[in-house]
């Protein structure tokens, strides 16, 4: 795998890795269901899409260390998100 060029984990922070084979109109979409998916955090496993959408208003979801939006698009390769 390239060496990704990725910002430093926030502390307290979840941080997750896509390995696209396509791009992703919405990142929403796809976040939710990794999150639903994954094993490491059970809090995060269960978020409700309220709840879901209240990290983004809150700018608490990041795409290499900027603010993401629900709608941003996610290109396919590999990307990190926090």
């Known amino acids: 795998m390239d060496k990704i060029n990725t910002p430093p984990q926030p502390p307290n922070s ?17 976040l ?15 978020v409700s899409r309220t709840q879901f959408k209240a990290l983004f208003h809150e700018g608490r979801i990041l795409i290499k260390g900027q603010r993401a ?3 941003s698009a996610i290109a396919k390769g590999i990307d990190r998100k926090s």
Do not use: C, F
């Open 69 to 71: 939006t629900p709608s």
């Open 32 to 46: 939710l269901r990794e999150l639903k998916n994954q094993d490491d955090n059970l809090k995060l496993k269960s």
């Open 14 to 30: 979840y941080r997750i890795l896509l390995d696209l084979n396509q791009s992703e109109k919405r990142m929403d979409s796809i």
